[in-house]
């Protein structure tokens, strides 16, 4: 019995993976798995995760780019309650993809998730009411090793879906990421 779908390199992204589990519904509920590494390993995917996050934000918070420099994580990510439009750029220096991006509606209802390999930044914009978002890291979290990339750079162009939005609320710290091209010009090369 299949348990679920897989769509590998969405947008011809090489390493992006979009898993859509099945779900089993009676009048009690649901049930589907969320994870299995004997799965992942058959993807190719062999790799530990050693951190799990979980973040809670009201429709328009919009949270990235983000990614960690030395530390890079890879993530599998999905949202347990509401809606989030998610958002995967790869800045993987010498990729064939390079500054391209790939974005997917991730909700409770449909359970997709979404495989990020090393050297993307990541980000989302919560498109529910509330949206708990959980993810899963192949590394632990480095404050001193942050990095990010400006939401709404125009060289990326990310169509974030944000015209059912009222108000985009982004952190201060979001705010100030560079643009792409300051990325591309600094001398920080990511993989």
Sequence with gaps: MKQLSIEKNPNNIEGLIVIKPRVFLDERGYFCETYNKSV???????????QDNESLSTKGVLRGLHFQKKFSQAKLVRVIQGSVFDVAVDIRSG???YGKYFGIEL????????YIPKGFAHGFVALSDEAIFSYKCTDFYHP??????????????ID??????????VSEKD????TFKEFKEGDFKFF
């Design 160 to 169: 974030w879906p944000i015209s059912i939005i009222d108000e985009i609320i």
């Design 107 to 114: 909700t409770s209802e449909n359970h997709f998730q979404l």
């Design 144 to 157: 001193e090793d942050e990095g990010g990339l400006l939401w709404n750079d125009e060289e990326i162009a």
């Design 95 to 97: 990729s064939p993809t």
């Design 175 to 178: 705010k100030k990421h560079p």
């Design 40 to 50: 992942m390993y058959n993807l190719g995917v062999n790799i530990d995760f050693v």
